[in-house]
T-cell receptor, first 117, second 110 residues
Framework: DAGVTQSPTHLIKTRGQQVTLRCSPK?????VSWYQQALGQGPQFIFQ???????QRGNFPDRFSGHQFPNYSSELNVNALLLGDSALYLC????????????????FGEGSRLTVL | KNEVEQSPQNLTAQEGEFITINCSYS?????LHWLQQHPGGGIVSLFM???GKKKHGRLIATINIQEKHSSLHITASHPRDSAVYIC????????????FGTGTRLQVFP
């Protein structure tokens, strides 16, 4: 059973460009969350998708957008890249525990390391 | 002040030592995660706790909801335990969003 897979693993972009990162959740999971981790920092929550809708969003500008597909995979899009967007972008999947108000255990991908020049 | 604080920030140990990493938080939570991050970035979830204690192999995690404190213990530490250990909490009123501590960097020497 493949865990959470992310692509690409590394990429380099220049300021002003746009980037799309992809995440396939662990089999059986229906919830995908995205995090940004700057060098030496803990991850910061970007947003979470469940049933193809954005459930919650962290303090990130509208340049950060996402999508979840019917097969539960997800994309993170960042427009008008800034140097400060350079970071490791982590995807985590989980199963929404209906009736409890929480998700179950999280499984993380290896991340996509974005460098903006 | 961060809502989730970890201590120590850095920890070195000799193989075989008992290790404790602490996490304190200042908000109401529904659950707490202990995560392990290896160089290169991959994160593995070790535990998800909402009360009491959990054990998995040489790892033990405890949480005291009243004191807003959790600990991760590693018994008989090994060089392969070297990693960054991160505490993350799910807010009680917002169960979609994890708030992370800045991590504890552990190095275990043979």
């Amino acid at each position: 059973d493949a865990g959470v897979t992310q692509s690409p693993t590394h990429l380099i972009k220049t300021r002003g460009q746009q980037v799309t990162l992809r995440c396939s959740p662990k089999s059986g999971h229906d919830t995908v969350s995205w995090y940004q981790q700057a060098l030496g920092q803990g991850p910061q929550f970007i947003f979470q998708y469940y049933e193809e809708e954005e459930r919650q969003r962290g303090n990130f500008p509208d340049r950060f957008s996402g999508h979840q597909f019917p097969n539960y995979s997800s994309e993170l899009n960042v427009n008008a890249l800034l140097l400060g967007d350079s970071a490791l972008y982590l995807c985590a999947s989980s199963l929404w525990l209906v009736g409890t108000g929480v998700t179950g255990e999280l499984f993380f991908g290896e991340g996509s390391r974005l460098t903006v020049l | 002040k961060n809502e989730v604080e970890q201590s120590p920030q850095n920890l070195t140990a000799q193989e075989g030592e008992f290790i404790t990493i602490n996490c304190s938080y200042s908000v109401g939570i529904s659950a707490l995660h202990w995560l392990q991050q290896h160089p290169g970035g991959g994160i593995v979830s070790l535990f998800m706790l909402s009360s009491g204690k959990k054990k998995h192999g040489r790892l033990i995690a405890t949480i005291n909801i009243q004191e807003k404190h959790s600990s991760l213990h590693i018994t008989a530490s090994h060089p392969r335990d070297s990693a960054v250990y991160i505490c993350a909490v799910l807010l009680f009123y917002n169960t979609d969003k994890l708030i992370f501590g800045t991590g504890t960097r552990l190095q275990v020497f043979p």
